[in-house]
């Protein structure tokens, strides 16, 4: 089995080499990642800019790009092979509810599943990689779970089980203190803190964004309550935006405005 690995915290953090040296014996794993931190950089592509692919001394590859832009690159040319699995994370802090909007580490995963591969993201709760070993074991064993869809994915022997996008977030607990595994839907924040304002050496104002709001639907059943209760929490995402439940209300919407625009340039006439 071949594994890509990224992340958006960048090549050298924490999360990715406990990951990486977590699979490293179940599979073929090659890490390209972000050379700088690159988080709430979702699925952003580069494109008005030159990026170059360097080479550390462990062998990891690192871009100076998006989490994205680093997915795409080894997809469409820089491994000359196509990986059965893309991770990404460990991250450095949850990605949960609204937050996978934005986060990077969530937009490299998805990257992969847009090229029809399945793919894992993987945080952790809290930040500062508190018990960072648990995770990338935990980790490890989910993928070991899931090495037989893998290999029917990678085979094509079903059509009915398609490439699958995973977003997984494990608490920062010793091993025997996290309670199990649950699959749950995103809960939902509030909006955003206040923003931040500085004054520059200039004397011109600066922003920065505030921090992501508490959780306002942490209810029973979403990511934001398993994890509270010391569960690893587990949620498939899909990519399709659309609001399938109004479709018909839109359609019939528009269907009437445009009839009523038609009626009335006919009486003008």
Known sequence: MKILIC????YQATGIVALYEALKDI???EVVAPEQNNSAK?????LHSPMYVQTAANG?????GTPADCVHIAMT????YRPDLVVSGINNGANMGDDTIYSGTVGAAMEGYLFGIPAIAFSQTEKGWAHIDVAARRARDMVVQLIPSLEVIAEGQSPTVPPWLLNVNIPNLPDEQIQGVKVARLGRRH??????????????????????????DEGDGTDFHATKQRFIAITPLQVDLTDHERLPYWAQSFSQAAASAAALASART
């Open 7 to 10: 992340n958006d915290d960048g």
């Open 27 to 29: 599979a073929d794993v």
């Open 42 to 46: 979702s699925n952003a592509l580069t």
């Open 60 to 64: 990891f590859r690192y871009i100076n």
């Open 77 to 80: 040319g820089l491994l000359g």
């Open 191 to 216: 909006a955003a803190e206040r923003v931040i304002t500085q004054t520059s050496p200039r004397g011109e104002t600066m922003y920065w964004i505030g921090g992501a709001g508490p959780a306002k």
